[in-house]
């Protein structure tokens, strides 16, 4: 079998998960936790949910690190780990590399292999990525899109759920599933398979949207297309203000995912449990007022159980007063 570039990682190589796969186990186990949230939130599964949840988003977001290089991904997999961590009882920050670390020991041990973290034998020259890749949307925000949209997608389909436009839901994740497969194909030209469902993705989309059938390399280009026209709008359109390569994060489109609210678990233990898109001020340092009327300038609100993102007194620091920069959101 071609050797991938997550496969210096032992777990990786071991289990030689297809990014098909990565994709299926990530987004099921997402719904499963959104399920869990909407219509039992203070049940046993909850908890168990949680930890699946980041376990295979994590390593998903992991593997597309390693083979696109992606700082974005990189920091996304981190935080993946610091989390999984947490939610194991652990410290979070007591080591840098602690994070990704423990994140492939615990893939490797829920598949049955011990030093998961372990790194092994470089995969051959030929097999790393070798041409520029396209500029992708940022990557974190995608990977929430495609659970996301397959959440809604899945639950409108419930007779006793609130309406949801399901075909719009499907849609969406078509394209954002699509473009994850694109990306990840291009970063590793050797897989192949994960090219093959790309294209795959994007003729499926193209029959859908009413389009002739192209070739792969072309049905391929409109995800991203289908992408930009769906989500970013034009840079001049008041609800996209932002140039698609924004210090904030946000790809152009305004808005930047981020935890809003945590539960928690005492001794000073939070973990998040939603998270939503929110104004991006394009700045990556955003402070908040000392004198907001709503959590009086601590950044938080406290409910019992949970904590809560303020979101009234964020303020830009190239904008505003010079305030302190709120702590890590864990």
Not at 97 to 113: E, V
Not at 261 to 282: A, M, R
Request: aromatic share 6%; proline share 8%; with cysteine.
């Amino acid at each position: 079998m071609t050797m991938q570039p997550e496969h210096v990682v032992t777990a990786y190589h071991r289990e030689r998960p297809s990014i098909t796969r990565l994709i299926l186990e990530a987004r099921w186990a997402f719904f499963q936790l959104v399920f869990a949230l909407e219509h039992d939130p203070d049940g046993e599964s909850v908890p168990t949910m949680r930890r699946q949840n980041l376990l295979h988003l994590g390593a998903l977001t992991d593997i597309l690190a390693l083979r696109s290089q992606d700082p974005t991904l990189h920091e996304s997999a981190r935080d993946q780990g610091d989390f999984l961590r947490e939610v194991d009882g652990l410290t979070r920050d007591d080591h840098p590399l602690n994070a990704h670390d423990h994140l492939r020991t615990q893939y490797g041990l829920f598949h049955g292999h011990d030093h998961g973290a372990v790194y092994g034998t470089q995969p051959p020259a030929s097999d790393r990525p070798h041409r520029q890749l396209p500029i992708y949307p940022d990557g974190p925000r995608l990977l929430h899109q495609m659970c996301d949209t397959y959440a809604w997608a899945t639950l409108g389909r419930c007779l006793y759920f609130p309406p949801v436009n399901v075909a719009d839901e499907t849609r969406r994740h078509l394209i954002t599933r699509g473009l994850i497969l694109d990306w990840a194909a291009a970063a590793a030209p050797a897989d192949t398979a994960t090219a093959a469902a790309a294209a795959t993705a994007g003729h499926a989309l193209r029959t859908l949207d009413g389009r002739p059938t192209l070739n792969d390399d072309l049905a391929r280009a409109y995800l991203l297309d289908s992408y930009r026209d769906l989500y970013n709008q034009d840079e001049d359109d008041e609800e996209s203000p932002h140039p698609a390569g924004c210090a904030g994060g946000c790809d152009g489109t305004g808005e930047v995912l981020a935890v809003l609210t945590w539960e928690s678990h005492g001794d000073g233990l939070y973990v998040p449990v939603h998270q939503e898109p929110i104004d991006c001020f394009g700045t990556s340092s955003v402070g908040h007022a000392p004198d907001c009327a709503t959590c009086d300038g601590h950044g938080y609100t406290h409910t019992p159980g949970y904590r809560g993102l303020c979101l009234e007194g964020r303020i830009p620091e190239e904008n505003g007063p010079k305030v302190a920069v709120l702590p890590p959101q864990g």
